[in-house]
């Protein structure tokens, strides 16, 4: 998989940020991108951090206009340049930002220096004339808050609300300066008593509030929703959004947005950490809502949204679909996780197939593999299902080492396909990445 280099683009699906682990993603719409707000996991080390636990000492925001290509722009606030923050406490939580009169406000949970006022974590703000900062935090948390997982609504009448977790979900109206409460904090009822509640995230659509929050009902988080007529509640439980991680992953935590036309839900997994839960990576898939307003349950998926240019790297690995034998994923490299997967075909029957590549008008002429095959191997790619229109039939030549292999297509179709890729012989190969020119 390709990884987001700051200040530069690059393209992926799930996970879509793949050369650092993140979690918790709150995504918002300003202007005509999306811009992701993650907490950052890292690696415990001597000195740094707990071992065994979340570790997270900064915040990263990511933009993209197309849902494809993202682009980090790098670190916005960091644990030891807050004012207010214990130095080397490695808690920065998940985060939300907000856009009001002219000011972006990022709002984020952490340890406190001063403890004689908050036990655990409370919440402060970082504030920027830009989406992507520099942000100043401010010498103090909000007063009267103490929890984490913030995340802020402002209704259609310009009201603000805060809301946030520790124990109960909790909320309160914000005043007009977006750093103090308006309000005392209420727990919002009516919810799940049994199991832990969290990360809360309120929207509202077509005047329903949902409230959507991970909850452990079982053994792991699932995201659920509860609905109300106001942002405060009391909120009446609908459903479940996700079920639980079928790979064991503890946590969830998400954020739910429209974007051209398009509901998305933000979420995380431990696709990079498969052994280690609490290094995770950010998802997205597409959310539809149902005629009475119900969420329609999201089952996650390795492709994710957005089209693939035919003429990037197509990373097969993120499959809309895997053949039940004879293909499977693996990783690049066992050792470093971040360059990603392959796929790997052991039988004359596997074949992966990815959805959403874009070809456009102008005829390509050739395709090109990054492939390895120890006794060389024939690769078959066609277009629109397993007996659609061959591309190209790519002979790859016996080696050890991953080559790029080139060959031209026999055929040519524009506009937006599904690719199928398989394998023609019983040997072994293996395949990173595919791209036509």
Not at 411 to 437: C, N, Q, R, Y
């Amino acid at each position: 998989m390709l990884a987001c280099l700051v200040g530069s683009t690059a393209w992926a699906q799930n996970p879509f940020i793949t050369n650092q682990f993140t979690a918790d993603p709150t995504a918002r719409v300003f202007g005509d991108k999306v811009y992701v707000y993650p907490s950052h996991d890292i690696r415990a080390r001597p000195g740094h951090g707990r071992a065994g636990w979340f570790v997270m000492e900064d915040y990263h925001v990511f933009s993209s206009a197309n849902l494809t290509d993202w682009t980090d722009h790098g670190v916005i606030v960091t644990q030891n340049k807050v004012p207010w923050v214990k130095p080397d406490s490695y808690s920065m939580w998940a985060p939300d930002c907000i856009y009001r009169n002219g000011k972006y406000y990022f709002y984020f949970p952490t340890t406190p220096k001063d403890t004689t006022q908050v036990k655990g974590f409370t919440i402060g703000v970082a504030v920027s004339n830009s989406p992507t900062g520099p942000f100043v935090p401010q010498p103090l948390p909000i007063k009267g808050v103490q929890g984490i997982d913030p995340n802020v609504l402002i209704d259609k009448d310009g009201q603000a609300y805060l809301y946030w977790s520790e124990g109960h979900i909790y909320g309160a109206k914000l005043k007009e300066n977006m750093l103090e409460l308006a309000s005392e904090p209420q727990v919002l009822g009516e919810l799940p008593t049994q199991g832990l509640k969290e990360g809360p995230y309120v929207f509202e659509r077509k005047g329903t509030y949902y409230l959507t929050y991970p909850h452990v009902a079982n053994k792991t988080e699932r995201l659920e929703y509860a609905t109300s007529p106001t942002p405060l509640g009391p909120f009446k439980v609908q459903g479940v959004i996700m079920d639980e991680s079928p790979t064991g992953c503890w946590t969830n935590h998400h954020s739910i947005l429209p974007f051209k036309n398009q509901w998305y839900l933000f979420y995380h997994h431990n696709d990079l950490s498969p052994a280690f839960d609490k290094n995770r990576s950010v998802r997205l898939d597409s959310l539809f809502f149902e005629p009475d307003g119900s969420i329609r349950k999201v089952v996650p998926t390795l492709r994710g949204v957005g089209l693939t240019d035919a003429r990037q790297k197509i990373q097969l690995d993120r499959y809309s679909q895997l053949s039940p034998g004879g293909a499977s994923i693996a990783f690049l490299d066992t050792a470093n996780k971040f360059q990603g997967w392959k796929t790997v075909f052991n039988g004359s029957q596997g074949w992966v197939r990815y959805n959403g590549v874009a070809f456009g008008t102008k005829p390509l002429r050739t395709v090109t593999m990054r492939v390895t095959a120890a006794a060389g191997a024939t690769v078959q790619i066609r277009v629109d299902g397993a007996s659609g229109p061959v591309l190209a039939q790519v002979a790859v030549p016996q080696g050890s080492r991953w080559q790029e292999v080139k060959a031209p297509l026999s055929a040519f179709k524009s506009g937006t396909h599904t690719l199928v890729v398989s394998a023609k012989t019983t040997m072994p190969v293996e395949i990173d990445w595919v791209k036509f020119d």
